[in-house]
């Protein structure tokens, strides 16, 4: 290894390399550095790039069927910032399997008119393109009627948000809800795709709903 001065430099993928290419199957590695002036430590990668969150949420089951393995799900969790992609695949893969639905559907609902359910890749660049350019076609500093007291009169309430951009971003984006099959016990999604809740306002208390449809 040739260093470039003082600093920090992760050696991860070689060692796992050597690992590889040793073909242990079990046991341990010990990686040892010979020189005083230096010194091996263990740390989170703080390089990674994180476009999407995971949320803790609380689980409330609404409705279960008698006939068959059907069910209503709603997960209620907290968002934290404007734009947030809340990556929930992990979540509706275990509702899934918990289910035990061979043939079947699982539907994503959001109640909520500035958030969106969109399937895409989770991946840093992509993540904040969207962000760049949502901001580009809905400008956060424009002019919205809907956010105007003055003239608006409809669907009032004392805690108004001034989030008549988020309105507009929802609608263009136009994806309250998606649905997957379940085919042969397996939730059916791309390679890349995962299931996406887009928080489009501020900092909410929202509410998913997961609802499990079983064809058998």
Same mark, same amino acid.
């Given at each position: 290894?040739?260093?470039?001065?003082?600093?920090?430099?992760?050696?991860?993928?070689?060692?796992?390399?050597?690992? *590889?290419?040793?073909?242990?199957?079990?046991?341990?590695?010990?990686?040892?550095?010979?020189?005083?002036?230096?010194?091996?430590?263990?740390?989170?990668?703080?390089?990674? *790039?994180?476009?999407?969150?995971?949320?803790?949420?609380?689980?409330?089951?609404?409705?279960?069927?008698?006939?068959?393995?059907?069910?209503?799900?709603?997960?209620?969790? #907290?968002?934290?910032?404007?734009?947030?992609?809340?990556?929930?695949?992990?979540?509706?893969?275990?509702?899934?399997?918990?289910?035990?639905?061979?043939?079947?559907?699982?539907?994503?609902?959001?109640?909520?008119?500035?958030?969106?359910?969109?399937?895409?890749?989770?991946?840093?660049?992509?993540?904040?393109?969207?962000?760049?350019?949502?901001?580009?076609?809905?400008?956060?500093?424009?002019?919205?009627?809907? #956010?105007?007291?003055?003239?608006?009169?409809?669907?009032?309430?004392?805690?108004?948000?001034?989030?008549?951009?988020?309105?507009?971003?929802?609608?263009?984006?136009?994806?309250?809800?998606?649905?997957?099959?379940?085919?042969?016990?397996?939730?059916?999604?791309? *390679?890349?795709?995962?299931?996406?809740?887009?928080?489009?306002?501020?900092?909410?208390?929202?509410?998913?709903?997961?609802?499990?449809? #079983?064809?058998?």
């Amino acid at each position: 290894l040739r260093t470039k001065g003082k600093g920090t430099y992760e050696i991860t993928d070689s060692v796992n390399d050597a690992l *590889r290419e040793s073909g242990l199957q079990e046991g341990l590695i010990s990686v040892f550095v010979q020189h005083t002036s230096c010194s091996l430590i263990l740390m989170e990668n703080n390089k990674q *790039r994180l476009g999407a969150q995971t949320l803790d949420f609380e689980q409330v089951e609404l409705f279960k069927s008698q006939n068959n393995k059907s069910e209503t799900i709603a997960l209620h969790f #907290d968002t934290e910032d404007t734009n947030q992609f809340c990556d929930f695949t992990e979540a509706v893969l275990e509702i899934v399997s918990k289910s035990g639905i061979k043939h079947g559907s699982v539907n994503l609902f959001t109640p909520h008119t500035t958030t969106a359910v969109v399937i895409n890749e989770s991946e840093t660049g992509f993540i904040n393109d969207f962000k760049k350019k949502i901001e580009e076609l809905v400008p956060s500093d424009s002019y919205y009627e809907h #956010d105007d007291w003055d003239l608006r009169t409809e669907n009032m309430q004392e805690d108004e948000n001034v989030n008549g951009r988020s309105h507009v971003r929802g609608t263009i984006i136009g994806s309250s809800g998606v649905t997957l099959p379940i085919i042969n016990s397996e939730l059916i999604i791309g *390679r890349w795709q995962r299931l996406f809740f887009v928080e489009l306002d501020c900092a909410r208390s929202r509410r998913l709903f997961v609802q499990t449809q #079983d064809l058998n």
